[in-house]
């Protein structure tokens, strides 16, 4: 008879231990989400497609893959906007995948780190729109905390690896919130920057909200249209013909 080491008992214990850190990760009752999102999303968390995303994440975490944004966040921009509050969206495509970047808002990275070169031209396009200079760090929390849901396709990523966790099931779960938007009483401006992101948004209804489309803010598209296309004003001109305070696009230190 093989003898089994005494270890063996541990690693079961903690692949099982995996196995509930991912199901408590991504259940309803248990994941850090504004609660008007909650229930807006109830039947986007019993579906098949998150029964496989979840099976996909504790496989990845069984053998050894670090994943970004840490677990807590993968809902952040869920959490940081509450859906009665969403006047503005911009739709990313997955996390940064570098460490310590992601925190679960797109093309937001943590105050001490760097920001990376499509943040950079996003700045760049501010500054051009509107005047605003070029804040010190990354961390967009202050346009979220003003009803801009800045929401990947995408909600986790392996280290390294970028697009690693597409077509695994989190499309399917932002497909689902993007519908609620589009279904919901509120006209809601939507900004799409790159082919990923508009094929995601073709079904918004553009009769009642507001879409602007350009490239990429990537460097190796920014110069095909994105540079000039003044998404900022134009989000706050359609605010205040709809008599809504605008967004204040600065970023304090």
């Not at 760097?114 to 943040?119: I, N, Q, T, V």
């Not at 070029?134 to 800045?150: C, E, I, Y």
């Not at 919901?184 to 508009?198: E, H, K, M, S, V």
């Not at 994105?226 to 204040?248: H, T, Y």
Request: charged letters at 20%.
């Amino acid at each position: 008879m093989p003898r089994h080491s005494a270890s063996t008992p541990r690693l079961t214990a903690a692949k099982e231990y995996r196995l509930d850190q991912i199901m408590a990760e991504t259940s309803l009752d248990r994941v850090r989400m504004e609660p008007g999102w909650k229930v807006a999303l109830a039947d986007a968390f019993n579906t098949e497609s998150m029964l496989r995303l979840r099976a996909f994440l504790v496989a990845e975490r069984a053998r050894g893959a670090q994943i970004y944004p840490p677990a807590t966040l993968w809902f952040a921009a869920f959490d940081r906007t509450p859906l009665d509050q969403v006047r503005v969206v911009i739709l990313g495509q997955d996390p940064y995948h570098g460490p310590g970047q992601a925190h679960g808002l797109c093309f937001s990275v943590q105050h001490s780190v760097r920001p990376p070169p499509s943040l950079q031209n996003i700045f760049k396009e501010l500054k051009d729109d509107l005047g605003i200079d070029p804040p010190s760090h990354g961390n967009l929390d202050l346009w979220a905390r003003q009803g801009v849901l800045l929401l990947n396709s995408v909600l986790t990523v392996e280290s390294g690896r970028a697009a690693a966790h597409q077509g695994k099931g989190w499309e399917q779960f932002t497909d689902a919130a993007i519908r609620v938007l589009n279904n919901g009483p509120r006209p809601i401006a939507f900004i799409l920057w790159g082919a990923y992101a508009q094929r995601k948004g073709a079904i918004i209804d553009t009769s009642r909200h507001l879409v602007i489309r350009s490239a990429h803010p990537s460097p190796l598209s920014a110069q095909n249209g994105f540079f000039g296309s003044k998404p900022f004003s134009r989000v706050n001109q359609w605010l205040a013909g709809r008599r809504e305070p605008p967004i204040d696009w600065t970023l304090p230190a």
